[in-house]
């Protein structure tokens, strides 16, 4: 009876221990294993250095010929180049070494190495040989100076042995030299005291645009005959260091004191008081307002006047107009001028806008507005101002 309550009692037994509590994994033990991981973080420096280039664009010869308190707007190209210089070229990072085995190890000196053959240093803050534990992992930091941007490989290897086993793990990280950590003047203000930016909201030249075009305007205007240099600079400063830079460019402006130059009927209609350009004072000697002989409109309002289906009599008074402001403003005239402009006020002074005209009487009128077209265009006479 008790051989096989023995029995009995041995088979209960090894049955308990043959079974794990509910819901604990057993441990099954792996020998000795390490694993290393890296990290690189490039670094680098990109400093930009500018240059500036300023052209006249309008008017493209760079001169100018104007009457006596006529205005010309100037056009101006200020040109912005920037060149990149990267330098200062480093990488950083860590290397972690895991003992992912279920014995200590003993690990050697771990080396770094970049794959354009440079030796990086490691400081992981303890002496080798060094016994990492089981499950435990041992962290080292580098920075590493470089001599250039070439895109390079990082490796990290360890050395290791344990329970009567050894060998060596390794890591690797690339890298590439792409986008800069530090930027030194990567933008720019551009700035013009004497002119006025036309395209763009500011003269600001964003960080990463190395070719920027900005357009300036200003007017330009002498009241009195002679010969002039019209000077203009725009300057830039860098948003780092605050470096400055100019360029310059010139318009040489001649008012003419004998003779004086000629206007087309565009530029009296658009310089009157009503706009939109600046206005020409010359203006003031016939007034814009006033009664153009019996036609029942203004001198403006003739002037701004279609003469659609080829109607003569505005043709001749608009080329008749702008000739007798040109002649207001200092110009000289011509004996066919004189006689264009006689003939004119006669035929004026007879016909009104809508009356019916034979065709001879049209063909004279649109003759005359031809000889009055050449001398405000500068073809006759003392030739044309600019525009």
């Known amino acids: 009876m008790r051989y096989w309550y023995g029995i009995l009692l041995a088979v209960g037994l090894l049955g308990a221990c043959s079974q794990a509590p509910q819901g604990v994994k057993p441990q099954v033990a792996v020998g000795a294993s ?9 670094k680098f420096k990109r400093t930009y250095r500018w240059t500036m280039e300023k052209k006249v664009t309008d008017p493209a010869s760079g001169t100018l010929t104007l009457a006596p308190g006529q205005s010309y707007l ?3 190209a200020v040109y912005l180049v920037g060149t990149p210089t990267d330098s200062d070229f480093q990488v950083e990072g860590t290397v972690t070494i895991k003992n992912t085995g279920s014995v200590d190890v003993l690990l050697q000196a771990p080396s770094d190495t970049l794959s354009t053959g440079e030796t990086v240093a490691l400081n992981c803050g303890v002496s080798f040989p060094y016994t990492l534990p089981a499950g435990q992992t041992l962290s080292c930091t580098y920075s590493q100076a470089l001599p250039n941007g070439q895109s390079r490989t990082n490796t990290a290897t360890v050395n290791w042995s344990g329970n009567g086993e050894s060998g060596t793990a390794s890591g690797q990280a690339s890298f590439a030299f792409t986008t800069p950590t530090q930027v030194v003047d990567g933008s720019v203000q551009v700035s013009d005291p004497s002119a006025t930016l036309v395209n763009a909201i ?4 964003p960080e990463g645009v190395i070719s920027q075009t900005y357009f300036f305007e200003r007017w330009v205007s002498f009241d009195r005959c002679g010969e002039y240099q019209v000077d203009n600079t725009a300057t830039f400063t860098t948003s780092t260091t605050r470096t400055q830079g100019s360029a310059s460019a010139t318009v040489k402006v001649s008012v003419p004191c004998a003779g004086g130059c000629t206007l087309t009927q565009g530029y009296w209609k658009t310089h009157s008081r009503y706009g939109p350009a600046p206005y020409d004072d010359t203006w003031a000697k016939i007034g814009e307002d006033t009664p153009f002989f019996i ?10 006047t279609s003469p659609s289906g080829g109607n003569a009599y505005y ?20 004996p066919e001028v004189d006689a264009a402009l006689a003939w004119a006020e006669g035929f004026f002074g007879t016909y009104k806008p809508t009356d019916s005209l034979s065709k001879a009487l049209a063909n004279q ?4 507005a031809a000889t009055l077209d050449s001398y405000n265009n ?5 030739g044309h101002c600019s525009e």
């Open 34 to 42: 390490v694993t290393v991981e890296k990290t690189a973080v490039p």
């Open 74 to 76: 100037v056009k101006y």
């Open 202 to 205: 500011s003269g600001i030249t």
């Open 295 to 304: 036609s029942g409109q203004s001198y403006y309002q003739v002037l701004w």
């Open 315 to 334: 043709i001749l008074a608009h080329q008749y107009i702008a000739a007798k402001l040109n002649i207001l403003n200092g110009a000289t005239t011509t």
């Open 365 to 368: 009128a649109k003759g005359y």
């Open 378 to 382: 500068g073809l006759i006479g003392p």
